[in-house]
């Protein structure tokens, strides 16, 4: 079992900047990917980034490249979201995830954390 913990949300001012993070507890290393997905109400969770347990390889959606960026610290067990520039669209939950394959569909995590609150503002 991977135990995953989310923080860093809040409510931030239209063109702020936040960093989430996801700590990774238990097994770590029955997981070759993490990855952040968002979810607002009544709409799918969305893939944000992913990032391989190396640190090498990392992917994000289209529409979030150059304002996000996910990142992670090995050592700490730790994964990044740093988001910039954020957007009142951006108001989501987000949620940590940890898998084996390099995927942008959800069903490929096993692992979720609880999510955390971003909320942008106009």
């Known amino acids: 079992q991977v135990q995953l913990v989310e923080s860093g949300g809040g409510l931030v001012q239209a063109g702020g900047s936040l960093r989430l993070s996801c700590a990774a507890s238990?097994?770590?290393?029955?997981?070759?990917?993490m990855a952040w997905f968002r979810q607002t109400p009544g709409k799918e969770r969305e893939f944000v980034a992913r990032?391989?347990?190396?640190?090498?390889?990392?992917y994000s959606a289209s529409s979030m490249k150059g304002r996000f960026t996910i990142s992670g610290d090995n050592a700490k067990n730790t994964v990044y979201l740093q988001m910039n520039s954020l957007k009142p669209e951006d108001t989501a939950v987000y949620y940590c995830?940890?898998?084996?394959?390099?995927?942008?569909?959800?069903?490929?995590?096993?692992?979720w954390g609880q999510g955390t609150q971003v909320t942008v503002s106009s």
């Open positions: 995830a940890a898998g084996w394959y390099a995927s942008t569909e959800r069903d490929q995590y096993t692992y």
């Open positions: 238990g097994r770590t290393y029955s997981h070759n990917f």
């Open positions: 990032i391989s347990r190396s640190g090498i390889s990392t």
